[in-house]
């Protein structure tokens, strides 16, 4: 008899129907006069119950069908007596595929994370990670589906490259050279004229710098597709091997790239809201009670849009008013994950997209914003104090007004307008990252810098090799035009989409330090 999956079983009301399900024991309960098993097959988080006339059937066969073994069982689809199934199967056939003894680690006791990320061969079959990798398909589909309604084309940018998009983390490098014996010159440094590529290449940490050829030509692309950075972190919220989503398009600006953040962002929630409405439901129940909440909150209203500048003042508000952070937070320090929490959990209660980060801290390729003398014509005349120590330097105006700038008398750097016309004590870049609850930084985007001498300008000041670099300049040398992009971590959505505390268990098989065992 041909298999029916359990997920169209349990949805049909073709009662007296003979069906066949196939799949693993979730438990088994026996006694003299029936029994009941309840078998999943991975289609959906509930269990078809499959009862057993015990008088029919050898004893020795349902001794076997213990937790974890997997069976084929037909039998008529009836109308379920007992609460909270609709369907149940009355078994007239049941056949053992593989035997599970009590030495299975995923049996139905509750099992800690710590204990199923040492058995994570196996976790999958549980409910918990069978519900998470649901959901990682449905925000995948979610992900392809938007661009391609959007007029995106799916762009595949090189997993080996020799490029390391500016410092983005530590690189695995890619070799076929012998190890033990490695060919150097007079300056210890390796010789790779006799490696695959003939030099030295690596495992990609972004597809951006590439993503942006293809815009520059097909107008509009995304990626998707692993990533990987060799750093030595253990924290919740990193992984050696992870998937990015890259979208990069031509001609939009600042404005238009936060509203596509935002579009993007809010579509893939409301895909999980209304395909993963089981998988939500278990997890809102086991795993985070405020899960469903949360997710249908970033629907209800539109994300603020914060300049950083604004931002700082707002957390150094906050200490003055008792709050403690680990981190520093001054006009110029990268934020730290507390400080885009507090940001959104705490003072605004909903995403953010934080805009106009100083330049020093942030990449070559991003647009700068216009410097305070570039504007003053087209502006209300600015009264530029000179503090009395360093200290004020993050003094900040929270409003559109240009009435005030704050910036030392001995700083190189020249306050600088961003959006909204805020003003910030230095040059800033066109910087465009998404904060999410319970996340931090979820998405990190920018207006990337379209002018050629600009953009040398920077690669110069930062004494940045231009070795590899040649191809992606030749793009501002030929027929430049403005665009931008972001980069999405495809395993921090999944975290915030099914409410999961680590990023090694929202992806079937984690890479981190210390652990590639398959």
Not at 489 to 511: A, H, K, S, Y
């Amino acid at each position: 008899m041909k298999r029916t999956k359990i997920i169209d079983v349990l949805q049909s009301t073709q009662y007296g129907k003979e069906v066949c399900v196939k799949g693993w024991v979730r438990t088994h309960r026996s006694s003299k006069s029936v029994d009941f098993i309840a078998l999943n097959d991975g289609s959906t988080i509930k269990n078809v119950q499959i009862v057993v006339d015990p008088t029919k059937f050898d004893d020795e066969l349902l001794k076997q069908i213990t937790t974890g073994a997997c069976i084929s069982a037909e039998g008529l689809l009836v109308e379920s007596q007992g609460a909270g199934q609709s369907s149940e199967v009355q078994a007239t056939r049941l056949e053992v595929y593989g035997l599970c003894d009590n030495e299975y680690p995923m049996q139905k006791k509750g099992q800690s994370f710590e204990v199923m990320r040492k058995n994570a061969h196996m976790r999958l079959r549980t409910n918990t990670f069978g519900a998470v990798m649901r959901i990682r398909h449905n925000m995948a589909m979610a992900i392809h589906t938007y661009f391609h309604e959007h007029g995106f084309f799916y762009f595949h940018t090189p997993l080996i490259t020799a490029s390391d998009c500016e410092g983005a983390g530590n690189m695995f490098q890619v070799t076929t050279k012998n190890l033990y014996d490695l060919k150097k010159d007079e300056n210890g440094k390796i010789i790779y004229d006799d490696d695959f590529f003939g030099e030295q290449t690596s495992l990609t940490v972004s597809g951006q710098l590439e993503g942006e050829l293809g815009a520059t030509a097909l107008g509009a692309i995304y990626t998707f597709g692993p990533t990987f950075r060799a750093e030595n972190s253990n924290t919740p919220r990193h992984l050696a091997e992870f998937w990015m989503v890259e979208p990069e398009v031509a001609f939009i600006d600042q404005e238009e790239l936060m509203d596509l953040e935002e579009d993007f962002i809010k579509y893939c929630v409301r895909w999980a809201l209304d395909n993963c409405k089981d998988d939500l439901a278990f997890l809102n129940q086991m795993i985070d009670k405020t899960l469903i909440a949360r997710l249908e909150g970033v629907l209800k209203d539109s994300f603020v849009r914060l300049p950083y500048t604004e931002g700082i003042n707002i957390l150094q508000e906050a200490i003055k008013n008792g709050k403690k952070f680990e981190f520093p937070c001054n006009w110029g320090d990268d934020l730290a994950s507390e400080h885009e929490r507090y940001l959104v959990e705490e003072h605004f209660r909903k995403p953010v997209i934080m805009t106009d980060y100083p330049s020093a801290i942030k990449s070559f390729y991003m647009k700068q914003n216009k410097e305070l003398e570039e504007v003053r014509g087209s502006k209300k005349e600015l009264e530029v104090n000179t503090p009395a120590d360093d200290s004020n330097i993050s003094k900040v105006m929270t409003s559109n007004s240009l009435s005030e700038a704050v910036t030392p008398s001995n700083s190189p750097l020249q306050p600088s307008i961003g959006y909204r016309g805020s003003i910030a004590p230095g040059p800033t870049m066109q910087g465009t990252d998404v904060l999410f609850p319970q996340i931090g930084e979820i998405i990190g985007g920018s207006v990337r810098e379209e002018s050629y001498e600009k953009l040398m300008s920077e690669v110069t000041r930062r004494q940045m090799d231009q070795t590899h670099l040649w191809w992606y300049l030749d793009t501002r040398r030929w027929g430049t035009c403005p665009h931008a992009g972001f980069g999405l971590g495809f395993e921090r959505l999944i975290l915030f989409v099914t409410g999961m505390q680590n990023i090694r268990d929202v992806i079937p098989f984690p890479r981190t330090p210390k652990s590639a065992q398959f």
